[in-house]
């Protein structure tokens, strides 16, 4: 109905060049509403006309009777107002480009059960989605830190991300979903693997079950992060997922094993088998909404190795939301690891973290949306999602390593992201880190960016992204592994083109 | 962090609040308090997949109707007809109404059949919607939106299900895209419905059309019932007269 609505507003406007503010005669078209003048100009034509109590029904569907009422009274209209040819030919190609929705309109009224029965027979085929990245980089410093940004050079124009995606609903129960991929993200030109294969099923007591390769993002659910700054989640395993949601809350367990590979963490783009890090991966959550401001959730995930004594760990955390209002967010999180192994020699077994979160969406302040994040590590505290060693993954967003001179000593980060959604077409953004390590000797680093997306159509994204890192200029430290921390900075200018379908 | 720049920091916090809770203060807070959004950013925050839900409390249809009638100088009548009309499209007699408008910037959504993604959680149970638009059953990129109805009085009892609800919740499944598959396992929005009074719908000339409505259509189904119970009654009359004749004819030999 809106799309058709969409084409009798366009036609209106195209063949009767009718004053922009025609009178609606019909109680329920609201004033504000997007079609009102639309509406109002097609009734004062007579190609319209309400129910005779006056309503115009907006929201109802239309008969194909009614369809061809109104089309037989339009271009009878165009033709007595001598309409051009150039706006018959656009109103032949308006039509075109709305057919699907007006077929699909017409079967609604006319043949809805034949048109259900359609779609019911699809959910036993196949469903395909997918994107693509390509990037155009340009760096500043080139190989100032061993290639900062992972370029090869100072200068690269390449395939950042393939993903296919697939699902097929196998009966009312139960469907089957995979993902094919590649990424240059942490291997260059990496092969084309099974990034995702996994079954979901429905068990007794409304119980669901993943098993297979899935991904487990329980910060990303609390809504504690942005961009892929998880520090825990955000990360593929091998192994069984069960949920049970009790209305207001749920509970989640999982368990799983995680064959790590010697040159990579992830599993996935490596090849050659490290047994010493393979484990059983261990995960427990249980989350609540008291009510529509408030919610609190307990978890915990633990890694036991196959072959190492001693280097167990675990880490527990509660997180919290409260909505001051649908668009003003408090969130929280407090972290706590229990390490067989201490990271420092010496240190604490039971390092804490916590972080703090001010989140206010566009609609508050109208033009831009806000997120602050203040967060702490205790001397000792690691994270586990990073690619590169250390945390040196954790607020990596255009792949400078912000957190690499971190060390395992205490650490303050102040983060902020801004975001303006300007109208459909345009966006910018703006990101700012501090991180503050205690160290001596070590300086405090900082990342900022400023970039501008452009939405060329819903499904092709142009984004131009500026990005700087500066690590100070001290150079008295090691960071953990014993190698020298970083000095002075490094900037890059990225171009990307984001496909979807 | 030095002490000057928590402080700056905590500062800052407080003012930014305190300007985003007054801006929120406004006359449409009430209506923004029933229409939740959720703006789901892809890894590399460009796309995303945004879901506005509308819950129709007697609040926000007030507040609307209040609206409407200032933004178009309308009379009383004026203004109990235009309720009399949206109540009626909303079908609040008998459905609890969710509008739902998605703006997909992300990979395509698929989510036919679009009732078998979407539930409602009432004190505890899940119910799955009696009617929706089924527009959503098509491919979805850019923006779509449209109307979901769940059931408003139980099936077997006839009670009202949001009686003794404090809060409900509205789920809509996370395998509707990519960007949430398998991460999350349903895209969620509460609303605390006691802090609402139905007993608004039911006021006025407007309300008072809307229930003559469902008393004649509950008129003209209990006729229906009344006529198939009674077809069924004078079936057993001469089924039982055909076996007591049968018995008499027996009995007679």
């Not at chain 1, 047994?275 to 009510?291: E, P, Q, T």
Request: aromatic fraction near 14%.
């Amino acid at each position: 109905m809106k799309k058709l609505c969409a084409l009798l507003a366009v036609v209106a406007l195209v063949a009767f060049a009718a004053p922009a503010f025609a009178a609606n005669p019909f109680m329920d078209v609201p004033m504000n509403h997007w079609a009102y003048d639309a509406v109002g100009q097609l009734a004062a034509r007579g190609i319209i006309s309400g129910y005779p109590d006056g309503t115009f029904k907006g929201n109802q569907p239309i008969t194909r009777y009614e369809m061809a009422s109104v089309t037989a009274r339009a271009l009878a209209v165009i033709d007595m107002e001598k309409a051009s040819k150039q706006d018959v030919e656009m109103l032949k190609r308006l039509v075109v480009e709305f057919k699907d929705e007006l077929d699909a309109l017409g079967v609604k009224v006319d043949k809805i059960d034949s048109r259900v029965a359609v779609l019911e027979e699809n959910i036993g085929g196949w469903k395909f989605w997918g994107e693509l990245r390509f990037d155009a980089k340009f760096e500043g410093e080139r190989n100032l830190y061993n290639d900062e940004y992972t370029l090869e050079g100072d200068k690269e124009f390449n395939l950042n991300r393939f993903r296919l995606w697939m699902s097929k609903q196998i009966d009312e129960n139960t469907k089957f979903v995979a993902r094919l991929g590649t990424s240059d993200s942490t291997t260059k030109y990496a092969p084309t693997r099974w990034e995702r294969y996994y079954l979901e099923t429905k068990l007794p007591y409304d119980i669901k079950m993943t098993a297979g390769l899935w991904l487990y993002d329980w910060e990303w659910d609390s809504g504690l992060y942005i961009d892929e700054d998880a520090w825990f989640t955000d990360a593929g395993m091998k192994g069984f997922w069960f949920q049970k949601s009790f209305g207001l809350g749920d509970v989640q367990a999982m368990i799983g094993h995680d064959d790590s590979y010697s040159n990579g963490a992830d599993g996935i783009f490596n090849t050659v088998d490290d047994v010493n890090s393979d484990y059983m991966f261990y995960g427990l959550r249980a989350n609540f909404n008291f009510n529509e401001q408030f919610r609190f959730a307990l978890n915990g995930l633990m890694r036991a190795y196959d072959d190492l004594n001693n280097q167990d760990e675990s880490v527990y955390w509660a997180d919290f939301t409260f909505n001051f209002n649908p668009n003003i967010a408090f969130k929280g999180a407090y972290f706590m690891e229990d390490l067989d192994a201490p990271k420092v020699t010496g240190g604490d077994d039971s390092p804490s973290a916590y972080k703090a979160i001010l989140d206010v969406k566009q609609d508050a302040l109208k033009f831009t949306s806000i997120w602050i994040e203040y967060a702490k590590f205790d001397e000792g505290f690691s994270v586990w999602n990073n690619n590169n060693g250390g945390d040196a993954f954790a607020y990596d967003a255009y792949g400078a390593s912000v957190l690499y001179n971190r060390g395992y000593d205490d650490t303050t980060i102040l983060f902020g992201s801004l975001k303006q959604q300007w109208n459909d077409k345009w966006a910018t953004y703006e990101r700012y880190l501090t991180a503050d390590f205690d160290a001596t000797g070590v300086d405090d680093a900082t990342n900022w960016t400023f970039g501008v997306l452009y939405y060329y159509t819903p499904a092709i994204t142009f984004d131009l992204a500026y990005d700087k890192v500066d690590w100070g200029d001290s150079t008295s430290a090691t960071t953990h592994d014993g190698t020298a921390t970083r000095t002075g900075d490094d900037n890059i200018v990225r171009f990307r083109t984001h496909v979807k379908f | 962090m030095s002490i000057k720049r928590k402080l700056v920091f905590t500062v800052s916090l407080l003012c930014l609040m305190s300007v985003a809770l007054s801006a929120s203060a406004s006359t449409d807070s009430v209506l923004s308090r029933w229409r939740k959004t959720v703006k789901i950013m892809d890894e590399d925050n460009m796309g995303f997949v945004e879901f506005t839900v509308t819950y129709y409390s007697a609040e926000y249809i007030q507040a609307l109707v209040q609206k409407e009638a200032k933004a178009n100088l309308w009379t009383k009548d004026e203004e109990e007809n235009y309720k009399y009309q949206l109540l009626k499209t909303l079908q609040l007699e008998r459905n609890i109404p969710i509008f739902i408008e998605i703006n997909n910037y992300g990979s395509a959504l698929r989510m036919a059949p679009f009732g078998d993604q979407v539930e409602l959680w009432i004190n505890g149970k899940s119910y799955s919607p009696v009617d929706y638009d089924k527009r959503f059953n098509f491919k979805l990129t850019g923006k779509r939106e449209g109307f979901v109805y769940f059931p408003r009085y139980n099936e077997e009892t006839g009670q009202p299900l949001l009686a003794k609800a404090k809060t409900i919740k509205f789920s809509i499944d996370g395998g509707v895209s990519p960007i949430t598959m398998g991460r999350r396992p349903s895209i969620d929005f509460l609303w605390d419905v006691y802090r609402d009074n139905p007993d608004q719908f039911f006021t006025g000339k407007a309300a008072e059309r809307l229930e003559l409505d469902r008393l004649i259509i509950r008129l003209g189904n209990l006729k229906e019932q009344r006529g198939d119970i009674q077809k069924q009654l004078d079936e057993l009359d001469a089924e039982l007269a055909r076996i007591q004749s049968r018995i008499d004819e027996l009995q007679s030999k």
